[in-house]
C-alpha cells in the first residue's frame, strides 16, 4: 500500500510542477491579419525561450505587448481558470467561451480572425465591439462552449502587471522538461524502492 501512495505521489510531482511552474511567455510573431490597425490571432510564441513554437491566443485588450518581448506567466489549466487575470469578472464560464472561440480559427475562414478576435476581446472587455459579425461570434461562444473540453487548453497569465495574457492548446510543455522531470522522478522512485528492499532483507 505504502509503495502505490509512493508512486502515485511521483506521479503527481511530475505531472503538476509543469502547470504551476513560473515561466516566461515570449510573442515570437504574428500571422499577418489585421483588423482597425490590430494584429488579430492567432499569434506565436515561445515558454521559456525553448524552439518549440506554438499557437498562442490573446484574450487581452487592456495591455500591449512586441514582437520579441518576454514576460513572466504563471501556466494555468483551462479546467480551474480560477487564477486568470480575468477570472473575477468572467469566470469559468467565459474562458470556456475564449476556448471555444480558440477553436473556430481552423475552421473559419481567415477573413473573419479579425471578428473571431473582437468576439474574445469583449468577452473579457464587454462593449468594446459592437460590429453584428462580432455579436454572432460571440451569441455562437454562449451557444456552444459546452461542447468543448476545458482541460484541453491552457491559460498564460501574467505574475505581474505588464504582458498580456494568452490561452493555447494543452499540452505545452517543452519534451525536454518532461524528460528531465521524469527522469528525475525515476530516479527518486529507484531510491525508495532499493531502500525498502534493503529494510525486507535486514
Known amino acids: 500500500m505504502k509503495f502505490a501512495l509512493t508512486l ?3 506521479a503527481l510531482l511530475i505531472f503538476a510542477i509543469p502547470a504551476f511552474a513560473g515561466s516566461d511567455l515570449t510573442l ?3 500571422n499577418g491579419a489585421a483588423q482597425g490597425n490590430v494584429y488579430v490571432n492567432p499569434y506565436y510564441g515561445s515558454l521559456d ?6 499557437n498562442i491566443y490573446c484574450d487581452d485588450l487592456l495591455h500591449e505587448v512586441y514582437i520579441g518581448q518576454s514576460w513572466p506567466v504563471t501556466v494555468i489549466n483551462g479546467a480551474n ?3 486568470g487575470r480575468f477570472f473575477s469578472s468572467i469566470g469559468q464560464v467565459g474562458y470556456d467561451e475564449l476556448f471555444w472561440l480558440e477553436t473556430q480559427y ?3 475562414n481567415k477573413a473573419f480572425w479579425g471578428n473571431i478576435s473582437e468576439a474574445g476581446w469583449d468577452i473579457t472587455s464587454p462593449g468594446s465591439f459592437t460590429d453584428p459579425s462580432v455579436l454572432s461570434w460571440l451569441s455562437n461562444a454562449e451557444a456552444n462552449y459546452g461542447g468543448i473540453n476545458p482541460a484541453d487548453f491552457m491559460i498564460f497569465t501574467p505574475t505581474g502587471g505588464a504582458g498580456q495574457e494568452m490561452t493555447a492548446d ?10 528531465i522531470l521524469a527522469g528525475s522522478g525515476l530516479g527518486i ?11 525486507q532483507r535486514s
Do not use: H, Q, W, Y
Open 8 to 10: 502515485l505521489a511521483l
Open 28 to 30: 515570437m510573431g504574428v
Open 49 to 54: 525561450g525553448g524552439n518549440t513554437i506554438i
Open 81 to 83: 481558470a480560477s487564477g
Open 106 to 108: 481552423t475552421l473559419a
Open 170 to 179: 494543452n499540452p505545452v510543455v517543452e519534451p525536454s522538461t518532461i524528460s
Open 189 to 199: 522512485f529507484v531510491v525508495v524502492r532499493r531502500r525498502k528492499l534493503a529494510d
